[in-house]
């Protein structure tokens, strides 16, 4: 009884440290990238870094036995190539949206992604029409976007243009990639490291495409650009070991815990966010805007609920086994579309 009795609060701690450790990842991780793209502010370089960093960690970590993920091979790499341009062009345009505008406006533009994933699955994908209770908290969730951008003290034009190209990238990464990546019949880990790999091979294109190489080399000249600073170099390792580490405790979690749980703590994650980043330092939105930011975290909340009741419905009417596949299946989507938020990648989070 007593070996029972220690399993069992040997589990609740683990699953717990888990919890906490993708909480901390998860909140954190857009106020890090923040504060690393101020100190450091080469953004093709320091989301190349960040690849570099999730594509070694669990090319090391499978080396080592402490995770499994599929081969490279330049046939799946062909195939995947597609979803790692518009994973990278996520990752990009979100890099520097939190460039040029604070942590609130990405959060808010974040959380209008269902809306346009609802549109876009009815519009293309012939998908039904959102329920009422769904629609209603779609319009909440427009509501407060209208409010915080109609009160935002820090708008400008460049902010905003990469808050849209954010928002396009990563509705087409929910609505057409993870069909694609789940087609391809990769593990988890395997996904992660295409991901990232190929993302890395992009980047000096970009860099290229974009003129930040000439940046790069005239700081490098100069021996100037925060280099060496000891406060720069701390912000871009903090920001690559979360961006790996949000990929470690959100796949543990997501195991360890129901769907429900694991929403549950994205939904409090974005809360945490807005909290640590009012807190530690005046980038942040009006009073006003914090409270638009709040009601579109809550149609954020009441849309959860009201996707998770209409997918559990169904499969209350059918049999035990039924049930068991349809759960299944919800977790697998569910975990398509935490991913494609993350960053994917840990990296966004932020998801």
């Not at 888990?18 to 901390?24: D, I, N, P, T």
């Not at 923040?34 to 870094?49: C, M, Q, S």
């Not at 979360?242 to 405790?249: E, N």
């Amino acid at each position: 009884m007593s070996s029972i009795r220690f399993d069992a609060t040997k589990q609740y701690y683990a699953t717990s440290s888990l919890v906490v450790g993708y909480a901390l990842c998860s909140s954190l991780l857009a106020v890090i990238n923040k504060f690393a793209i101020t100190k450091f502010n080469y953004p093709g370089l320091l989301t190349a870094l960040q690849y570099l960093t999730s594509a070694l960690g669990v090319w090391v970590l499978g080396k080592l036995g402490f995770l499994h993920h599929d081969p490279f091979t330049l046939e799946t790499a062909k195939k995947f190539l597609p979803a790692a341009m518009v994973f990278y062009l996520a990752i990009f345009t979100n890099t520097n949206l939190l460039r040029h505008a604070n942590v609130d406006t990405f959060i808010v533009f974040r959380s209008l992604t269902p809306l346009l994933v609802a549109i876009a699955d009815t519009t293309f994908r012939k998908q039904p029409c959102p329920s009422k209770l769904t629609f209603v908290a779609l319009l909440i969730i427009l509501g407060g976007a209208v409010g915080y951008v109609a009160t935002d003290s820090g708008f400008t034009l460049t902010a905003y243009s990469w808050a849209f190209a954010y928002l396009v990238t990563i509705t087409t990464e929910m609505v057409y990639i993870k069909h694609m990546v789940t087609n391809l019949g990769l593990n988890t880990w395997g996904f992660v490291l295409y991901n990232n790999l190929l993302s890395l091979m992009m980047a000096p294109v970009f860099w290229f495409l974009t003129g930040e190489y000439v940046d790069v080399f005239a700081a490098l000249g100069a021996n100037s650009g925060n280099w060496y600073e000891p406060v720069a170099f701390s912000a871009v390792s903090l920001s690559c070991v979360f961006g790996l580490a949000i990929s470690f405790f959100g796949f543990a979690a997501r195991k360890a815990i129901s769907a429900t749980a694991f929403t549950v703590t994205g939904v409090v994650n974005k809360f945490l966010t807005v909290a640590i980043n009012v807190t530690i330092w005046d980038k942040h939105a009006s009073p006003f805007g914090l409270l638009c930011l709040l009601f579109t975290l809550a149609g954020g909340v009441l849309y959860q609920q009201s996707v998770t009741r209409a997918s559990s419905a169904p499969s209350q009417r059918e049999s035990t086994a039924s049930s068991k596949q349809t759960d299944s299946e919800n977790d697998a989507d569910d975990f398509g579309d935490e991913n494609q938020g993350k960053g994917v990648s840990g990296k966004l989070a932020s998801v």
